[in-house]
T-cell receptor, first 113, second 113 residues
Framework: AQTVTQSQPEMSVQEAETVTLSCTYD???????LFWYKQPPSRQMILVIR??????QNATENRFSVNFQKAAKSFSLKISDSQLGDAAMYFC??????????FGKGTRLHILP | KAGVTQTPRYLIKTRGQQVTLSCSPI?????VSWYQQTPGQGLQFLFE???????NKGNFPGRFSGRQFSNSRSEMNVSTLELGDSALYLC????????????FGPGTRLLVL
């Protein structure tokens, strides 16, 4: 069975600095999707970025980018120029070939002014 | 398009009671998934419905059930509530399922006393 591991329960970063959130997963599949979702305090979960496993190029969305290492089964999220509004719980998620989505336990990110 | 809506937003029940939660997907989305979110266990997948049929199911007891209507609205029901059922219940919708990207509702916070 696939698993998703986020080894950092909490992280802090100074405003305007860069932070990287880690995610590793375990799978025997070759074709899958990976996602990072953001859940601000008391607010709705939203998609930050997604990566198709067949694409070698790392996905980028404005200040958010991923480092996708397929062989290492690693999918980290880099947030550049951190802003106060980036404070949230971040979830890494994996979508399997049979269309199940597995979430990691999340990393709570604090932004220090 | 209007986003995913969930009703009610908050609910207080006592042990042994049953509860029904509702999720209305984004217009055109035919897949609805349900998750239970707790501080200790994170996001756990309950089940997914597509075109009124259950496609996938997580590892929850039979007290948790769901259904989907022809207009894609979905309900989940929890019978014989236990204290441990206190959680945020999230629904997420997508279309077509193969894109993988889910859009989440604001959740229903259930407190069981």
């Amino acid at each position: 069975a696939q698993t998703v591991t986020q080894s950092q329960p909490e992280m802090s970063v100074q405003e305007a600095e860069t932070v990287t959130l880690s995610c590793t997963y375990d799978t025997s599949e070759s074709d899958y999707y990976l996602f990072w979702y953001k859940q601000p305090p008391s607010r709705q979960m939203i998609l930050v970025i997604r990566q198709e496993a067949y694409k070698q190029q790392n996905a980028t969305e404005n200040r958010f980018s991923v480092n996708f290492q397929k062989a290492a089964k690693s999918f980290s999220l880099k947030i550049s120029d951190s802003q106060l509004g980036d404070a949230a719980m971040y979830f890494c998620a994996y979508r399997s070939g049979d269309d199940k989505i597995i979430f990691g336990k999340g990393t709570r990110l604090h932004i220090l002014p | 398009k209007a986003g995913v809506t969930q009703t009610p937003r908050y609910l207080i029940k006592t042990r042994g009671q049953q509860v029904t939660l509702s999720c209305s997907p984004i217009s055109g989305h035919r897949s609805v998934s349900w998750y239970q979110q707790t501080p200790g266990q994170g996001l756990q997948f309950l089940f997914e419905y597509f075109s009124e049929t259950q496609r996938n199911k997580g590892n929850f007891p039979g007290r948790f059930s769901g259904r989907q209507f022809s207009n894609s609205r979905s309900e989940m029901n929890v019978s014989t509530l236990e204290l441990g059922d206190s959680a945020l219940y999230l629904c997420a919708t997508r279309d077509p399922p193969s894109t993988g990207t889910q859009y989440f509702g604001p959740g229903t916070r259930l407190l069981v006393l």
